[in-house]
């Protein structure tokens, strides 16, 4: 009777600890963010265990037999959830899957673990469930913000370069084209500067969403920065071709952007393109050449459309020798100065000389004015070429006039980037001091081009120079915007005509009657005139007869070396 007493109370003792040992299982699944399965092979059972209801909204007691999981998720990952529910045919002793919930607002990581006996027999096998809904979605976000642009919702640069040279590899077997579009909003600067970022950004994203419609399935649309679009067409045909949506924005943009701030915004846009596989054979080289080209399109007065071809490469390529062999030119000593002299046409004595920069490069190549000194303008090395060639001038102006004792002005060009640094009035005048030169022995060649930012701005600093007594000419007058209403108040000495004008003044005769208007007008306000460009003797007798001031041009003199300009005052002293 003892021993069965005895073997009672070990046998309560144990089932006792049993069941606080299951409590304390049951309460650490419960508390836990998980849900579980429990199945046992041997006696076909289930169990569940966790938070199935407060994570899944799945009824515990619903759950009669693994089948049934399945029809708790989305069709499509219904296989995935198979695949681990029946592990156990595979041999795995563990795997995962992420599964969306049909409701498809969670998502359920499923993991399942499972034990074999010594024979490989499986035992018993746990699944656990987690919500992952929260990871899933900053996942997604990140995904998001790797393929996308925040701002206009199309895809971003690194994306669309990855699809573009898969593209280019199917292109490669197929035998088929693959046309970029790079697109530039025409004078985004001045809406961002005049209207302020918001409306800036507005327009680049109103703009951006336009330009999403035409994606589909074999045209991908980018934004890339700023007002900057990208656009490539696999196999272009029917009106997904180059000309087609290129058209299409056109149309588009004969009608204003409203944004939210109620601005209405007309924009015109430049465009360049370039196709696989004429143009360049990888996705960098491709979106490089369709910039390129776009650039094209921006120095033919934007709004326009440009095709890659190989000239254009060429002459890229040659600014780009050009931008490099630059940057040392001025400590090879490799410029110099040429003189053409610029003649009064009732008196015929000497009126001034023009300086002109010359340039060998190391091979001793002469390369153009007209070629570097906008490249020159771009990369900035025109503030050091210009002060150079301010000082040389100046410099050789002092010198010719102690040797000849000869009156003449100098005329120097200028550019616009030098002509607005804050330092330049300050620097020409010590250069003058330097040299002991009166201010109005010289005179600034200005381009109209330097009026079109800050009119006001450029106005006063010519102000203070004639104040120094510096004469001041506007250069290539007529090839600008030529409005000559700002002509008027413009404190200027003189008015260069440009050649193109010449050119066509002895054959056209609405050229003959723009060229008097313009002589006319110049005396009335006051200004000298300099014909520039003049190369026979009928241009020549034409303009004096007209009244134009001075001539300069091939058919007087051309620009010669500083020796031969000396030679010329010694003859006349002699
Ligand atoms: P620009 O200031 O209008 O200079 C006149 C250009 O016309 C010069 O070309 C001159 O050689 C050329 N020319 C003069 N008479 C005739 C003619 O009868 N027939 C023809 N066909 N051409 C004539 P160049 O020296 O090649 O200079 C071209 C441009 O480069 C200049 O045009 C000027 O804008 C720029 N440039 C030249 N030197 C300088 C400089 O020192 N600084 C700056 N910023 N620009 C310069
Ligand atoms: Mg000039
Ligand atoms: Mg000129």
Redesign the pocket.
């Known amino acids: 009777m003892d021993e069965l007493h005895y073997q009672y109370n070990l046998l309560r003792a144990k089932n006792q600890t049993l069941e606080s040992t299951e409590r304390m299982y049951r309460s650490i699944c419960n508390t836990s963010t998980n849900a579980f399965l429990y199945y046992s092979f041997a006696d076909n059972k289930l169990f569940t265990m966790g938070a199935w209801e407060s994570y899944f909204d799945i009824r515990i007691d619903s759950i009669k037999n693994l089948a049934s999981l399945t029809e708790l998720v989305q069709d499509k990952y219904q296989l995935a959830l198979r695949e681990i529910l029946y592990l156990e045919q595979t041999k795995m002793e563990r795997a995962s899957k992420e599964v969306c919930l049909l409701n498809g607002k969670k998502w359920v990581e499923c993991e399942v673990n499972i034990s074999y006996d010594e024979k490989q027999r499986p035992i018993e096998k746990i699944i656990r469930f987690k919500d992952i809904t929260k990871f899933k979605k900053q996942n997604d976000e990140l995904s998001y913000l790797a393929y996308y642009d925040i701002l206009t919702g199309l895809y971003n640069r690194n994306y669309f370069v990855r699809i573009l040279a898969d593209w280019l590899r199917k292109a490669e077997t197929d035998k088929s084209v693959v046309s970029v579009m790079f697109i530039d909003i025409d004078d985004f600067r001045k809406i961002n500067d005049g209207l302020g970022l918001i409306v800036g950004d507005e327009l680049v994203q109103v703009f951006g969403q336009f330009l999403g419609t035409f994606s589909q399935e074999n045209v991908i649309v980018s934004h890339f920065n700023s007002d900057i679009y990208c656009m490539a067409i696999y196999d272009p045909c029917g009106n997904r071709t180059v000309d087609a949506i290129y058209h299409e924005i056109q149309s588009r943009l004969q009608k204003p952007f409203l944004l939210s701030t109620r601005h209405e915004l007309d924009i015109t846009v430049s465009v360049g393109v370039a196709e696989y596989p004429e143009a360049a054979k990888s996705a960098l080289e491709l979106i490089n050449c369709a910039e390129i080209v776009m650039f094209k399109s921006k120095a033919g007065g934007k709004n326009g459309l440009t095709f890659f071809d190989t000239p254009i490469l060429n002459d890229f390529l040659k600014n780009i020798e050009i931008e490099n062999k630059l940057k040392e030119a001025l400590f090879a000593n490799q410029f110099e100065l040429n003189f053409q002299p610029q003649y009064d046409s009732s008196s015929g004595s000497l009126r001034g000389v023009?300086a002109l920069i010359r340039w060998k490069d190391h091979m001793g190549k002469s390369v153009s004015p007209s070629d570097f000194i906008p490249i020159a303008e771009k990369n900035g090395t025109i503030v050091p070429i210009g002060n150079w060639v301010i000082d040389e001038a100046i410099r050789i102006l002092a010198e010719v006039k102690r040797k000849y004792r000869i009156d003449f002005v100098m005329s120097i060009?200028i550019s616009a980037i030098q002509y607005k640094r804050d330092e330049f009035v300050g620097d020409l005048i010590a250069i003058l001091r330097k040299y002991d030169v009166k201010p109005n022995e010289i005179e600034l060649?200005i381009?109209e081009t330097v009026l079109i930012d800050d009119f006001k701005l450029v106005k006063d600093k010519m102000h203070t120079l004639r104040e120094y007594g510096v004469k001041v000419s506007l250069?290539?007058?007529g090839?600008g915007f030529s409005s000559l209403s700002y002509l008027k108040g413009l404190p200027i000495d003189t008015l260069?005509i440009?050649?193109s004008f010449v050119d066509t003044v002895i054959l056209d005769e609405s050229t003959r009657i723009i060229m008097e208007s313009i002589i006319h007008m110049a005396k009335r306000l006051g200004y000298d005139t300099v014909a520039?460009?003049v190369e026979t003797k009928e241009q020549y007798d034409y303009l004096k007869s007209i009244g134009c001031d001075t001539i300069q041009g091939f058919y007087l003199s051309k620009p010669m070396s500083v020796e031969a300009f000396e030679q010329l005052l010694s003859e006349m002293i002699h």
């Open positions: 023009e060009n060649e381009t250069d290539d007058f090839t260069k440009d050649k520039e460009g």
